[in-house]
């Protein structure tokens, strides 16, 4: 899909965004645990359809399920199946996700108990898993890989006689993940204690009836931050977002303020704005240990604004949908710039005009094609398999187009 920018006839802008992915995804599990939990303004995302779908029958009919290029749904699904006396599934995926490693957390339900064979590669689904009762009351796990491994065991932790006590060894990626899926958890009532080597989620086998509102996404609303970054002029308003956020990456807020973007906000949304005369700083240096995801927006924005950027903590990108740490060098390399990258760094120097009609591959990451398409109000290019936004964001291409991105 080839795409170019006409600045649109208004600078002021509302959107509404559909709900948090990671946010909708921890809530599903919770919800297959305690059914009279009631869930409004889900995730209209690939990755969250095809997790209600999983979770939609019992487990014990479902012979095979195929999550596609959802990697929340594998991490959670193996976790929770493993829990469900009687379940008998094959739990596969794309092509990708079967190259992408579950061994840790395999070998973590192991030790608790769960019976679990790889029906192809040791350490990568699919997986065939049985379901049991894991009555185990302790294990530790690797910290610095996945937070999703981890939070897919803080969810069914409620569901052991004791509950269980996660130990974290080495330093914890991620962070804010873990802590959304602790606040999610204690919003139903399931008692969390969350130290720095350790968490612990006690028994539940009840809630009272409750109704959750999920928060939009902010991973998503970063695209809008880097469009308005890189735009002349104009304004958004955009829901449903909150000051206090379950979300690590509303940290976006801050880190668009070193280029320029100012953040208000109001009681269900934020306000950005472009702040007056800002002077561009020649580079910036981030650390995203905790908001991964956000690396290439950042990048992109970076680029776009002929400025340097620094990003560490970056480890886990590597394990994403793709590479991307190898993706992001190799795609904004055809623009001119210099990019150098190590096993969790990115290191841009940006040329002094950018590549025009570069086509941009997608390779099968939605955030690829969605951090690379506000570079269009700065040159024209073109995105391969610009679909793979459905993963997370369905309605993207429709907001961009509000925004001049045709």
């Known amino acids: 899909m080839k795409l170019s920018f006409s600045a649109p006839t208004t600078e002021q802008f509302q959107f509404e965004i559909t709900g948090s992915k990671s946010i909708s995804n921890r809530y599903l599990i ?25 979770l939609a029958k019992p487990l014990q009919e479902s012979k095979e399920i195929d999550i596609h290029h959802a990697g929340t749904a594998m991490r959670f699904l193996t976790a929770y199946v493993s829990a469900i006396p009687g379940a008998e ?40 898993i049985t379901g049991k009762s894991l009555q185990k009351e302790s294990i530790s796990i690797p910290a610095d890989v996945s937070s999703q491994y981890i939070s897919a065991l803080m969810l069914i932790a409620p569901s052991f ?40 989620v006690h028994p539940k086998t009840e809630i009272q009836p409750t109704q959750i509102s999920v928060e939009s996404d902010w991973s998503s609303v970063s695209y809008f ?22 979300q690590g990456d509303s940290k976006v807020a801050e880190f668009y303020a070193l280029l320029g973007i100012k953040t208000k906000f109001n009681r269900e949304s934020i306000q950005l704005s472009k702040v007056d005369d800002f002077k561009l700083p020649q580079k910036i240096e981030l650390d995203l240990n905790d908001t991964p995801d956000l690396a290439q927006t950042i990048a992109v924005s970076c680029l776009g604004l002929g400025i340097g950027c620094y990003l560490t903590g ?56 969605m951090a ?21 964001f369905p309605d993207f291409w429709e907001n961009m187009k509000v925004l001049g991105i045709q």
């Open 372 to 392: 690379f398409a506000p570079l269009a109000i700065k040159t024209d290019l073109e995105i391969l398999n610009p679909e793979v936004v459905s993963k997370s």
């Open 314 to 369: 970056l480890h886990t990108l590597k394990v994403k949908e793709t590479d991307r740490l190898v993706a992001l060098k190799t795609e904004i390399k055809k623009f001119g710039a210099e990019v150098t990258i190590t096993d969790e760094s990115l290191h841009l120097n940006p040329s002094s005009g950018l590549n025009s009609d570069v086509r941009i591959k997608t390779y099968q990451d939605h955030r690829m094609a």
């Open 161 to 200: 006689n004791n509950g269980l006590t996660i130990r974290l060894e080495s330093k914890v990626t991620s962070k804010p993940y873990l802590k959304m899926t602790a606040q999610a958890l204690a919003s139903v009532g399931v008692d969390v204690h969350f130290e720095d080597t350790s968490i612990t």
């Open 30 to 54: 919770l919800n297959a645990l305690f059914p009279n939990l009631e869930l409004k303004g889900l995730s209209n995302s690939d990755d969250t359809r095809v997790l209600q779908k999983a």
């Open 89 to 128: 599934v094959i739990l596969t995926g794309s092509e990708r996700m079967q190259e992408r490693p579950i061994g840790i957390l395999v070998e973590a339900l192991r030790d608790l108990g769960a019976s679990i064979a790889y029906v192809k590669n040791e350490g990568f689904p699919p997986l065939k």
């Open 225 to 246: 931050y880097s469009c308005l970054a890189l735009m002349q002029a104009g304004s958004m308003e955009i829901s449903t977002f909150y000051r206090d956020s379950l």
